[in-house]
């Protein structure tokens, strides 16, 4: 038997509505609490201060979850999305890393992935959200890859700083 998670009573596991028996013993809240067919035991979660993640199954505080909107809550918690969110760009550079050859222009450094950069041939025709361009199509990225060289970081330091030497003397 469970108990309802607002007012604490046994609730048993079938039940008799309307003639037609019916397994409830998934129901979270006892039917005073959530009327049958409702739909309505968001608003108790809320109230308590918890929500369940559907992606880690764990029942956290509502400050875990991020807002879609100004009524509506992400169903996976931060640390959840913050995953995926890493993944999805982790895949991304990689795409864009075996586009643009796969290891640095000038010394063919090709051991992490993380040291590789991307160096914007000119700095005028650079996209000033290239950062956000991750998110959108594939097509928009690549088009901004083609104005970008892939360097590793020290051969990008030294080219930023030959720029910077450039433009002081």
């Known amino acids: 038997m469970n108990k309802c998670k607002k007012c604490g009573i046994d609730m048993p596991n079938w039940l008799t509505i309307n003639g037609k028996k019916h397994n409830i013993h998934r129901r979270k ?25 559907t992606k880690c199954k764990k029942e956290l505080p509502l400050s875990n979850f ?15 999305l913050y995953i995926l969110q890493s993944q999805r760009d982790h895949k991304r550079k990689e795409l864009a890393v075996k586009y643009k050859g796969g290891k640095c222009k000038k010394c063919g450094y090709n051991k992490y992935m993380g040291a590789l950069e991307f160096h914007h041939k000119d700095p005028l025709i650079k996209d000033a959200n290239f950062q956000k361009l991750r998110k959108r199509k594939w097509e928009e990225y690549r088009a901004e890859l083609d104005k970008c060289e892939l360097l590793c970081a020290n051969c990008h ?13």
């Open 29 to 53: 809240f006892c039917l005073v609490c959530s009327p049958f067919q409702k739909h309505n035991t968001c608003q108790y979660i809320a109230k308590q201060g918890y929500k369940y993640c």
């Open 157 to 169: 330091a030294e080219v930023h700083g030959e720029i910077e030497k450039d433009i002081v003397s």
């Open 66 to 80: 991020s807002k879609k909107t100004e009524t509506r809550i992400n169903s996976w918690c931060k640390k959840c």
